[in-house]
């Protein structure tokens, strides 16, 4: 496509996924590296960390001990934001007052029982365990008959608030679908019943046809920024295949997403020379025993550097009381990504 109006001019667009909108604001950064790059110290954690709360063999906060893991450990989180028991309550006050119970279960997932790890730094075949682990607990928990969605995600690095650096994810399985996938499963309906064809589908045709936003692809998946992205060096895998959830995934694919999840880490902490923080989740179908031919697996990255190791992107001012604003075109973010080594810059020569 190679369209100047959209390298240029500011403009608007649109969110096919999820019917949001952002504006994007080329022409007051052209260059998307102006600002100098910050080198922060180095993270010297050790294998294994004594004091450390999702370490093999510690003691939890609430007591409990963890076993001597080898590969990856689940367990419920001692403090979850949702709860099995809850009183069944659905509130309505004139149509202005809602409120309803929410009943779920909230799990931690240890990637490794290495604490000095991060996805970028493991093996694909040690990644493929937390891959196995993701498919098992979300047909466990969406088995439950009142659990209708299970949202797998990651929140890595303190920029983000996350807790431990200790390799971990989170898993949140509810009686409710949460706001976001509900947004793009209203989309992904409309455009199904109008094209018979999955949205996310069709929208990869388009991205292979014009190579301008992918970053990365292998024989199951495909990594790019998406057209409407909205943080900085925002990414979104997505199966080749239209699958509806995790839970169909063929061994091939399985190998092919934890090698994805590699390529897309080691390019991120490639750009800074830094463990790149972010907020990572897969999105993918209810668990409400609905077929829901419409949604296709995927899985977004939502990082907030944007121009080094330390400056990042504020959703303030207009962005919250308007709508997302960029300045970096997806399109640039994409080709910087894409020009990254392949290789993690702490094993390359050149590296801190
Ligand atoms: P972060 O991904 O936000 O760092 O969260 C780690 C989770 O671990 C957090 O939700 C839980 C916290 O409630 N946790 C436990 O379940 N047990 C502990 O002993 C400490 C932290
Ligand atoms: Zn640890």
Not at 236 to 245: A, C, E, G, K, N
Request: glycine share 6%; proline share 7%; aromatic share 10%.
């Amino acid at each position: 496509m190679n369209n100047s109006f959209l390298a240029d001019q500011p403009h608007h667009r649109f969110n096919t996924l999820n019917g949001d909108w952002v504006l994007v604001s080329p022409h007051r950064s052209k260059r998307p590296w102006q600002g100098k790059v910050e080198k922060v110290e180095e993270d010297n954690r050790p294998a294994y960390d004594p004091t450390c709360y999702l370490c093999p063999g510690n003691a939890r906060v609430g007591g409990e001990e963890n076993p001597a893991y080898k590969g990856t450990f689940v367990f419920n989180n001692d403090f979850g934001a949702l709860q099995e028991n809850v009183e069944e309550q659905d509130i309505n006050i004139g149509g202005l007052l809602k409120a309803g119970s929410e009943r779920g279960i909230c799990r931690v997932i240890c990637f490794s029982p290495r604490h000095d790890l991060t996805l970028p730094e493991m093996t694909v075949p040690d990644i493929r365990k937390i891959v196995d682990l993701w498919v098992s607990e979300f047909q466990t928990l969406g088995e439950k008959a009142y659990i209708n969605y299970v949202q797998i995600f990651e929140n890595k690095g303190a920029m983000m608030g996350c807790s431990n650096p200790h390799p971990h994810g989170q898993i949140w399985a509810q009686q409710h679908v949460p706001l976001e996938p509900a947004k793009e499963e209203v989309q992904q309906k409309k455009y199904y019943q109008e094209n018979n064809k999955s949205l996310l589908l069709a929208y990869l045709e388009l991205e292979l046809g014009q190579q301008e936003r992918i970053v990365a692809e292998n024989q199951s998946f495909v990594a790019l920024v998406p057209f409407w992205a909205v943080w900085p060096y925002e990414v979104m895998i997505i199966s080749r295949r239209h699958i509806q959830h995790i839970g169909m995934m063929t061994e091939q694919e399985k190998d092919d997403y934890a090698d994805m999840l590699r390529q897309v880490t080691i390019m991120y902490d490639n750009v800074f020379e830094i463990s790149f923080p972010y907020s990572a989740g897969i999105h993918q179908s209810p668990t409400d025993g609905e077929p829901h031919p419409e949604w296709h697996l995927h899985m977004h990255f939502y990082p907030p550097l944007l121009r080094s190791a330390t400056v990042k992107k504020f959703m303030v001012g207009y962005e919250m009381l308007g709508n997302p604003q960029r300045d970096i075109t997806p399109e640039s973010s994409a080709e910087k990504l894409r020009g990254l080594s392949k290789v993690h810059y702490k094993k390359t020569s050149g590296g801190k």
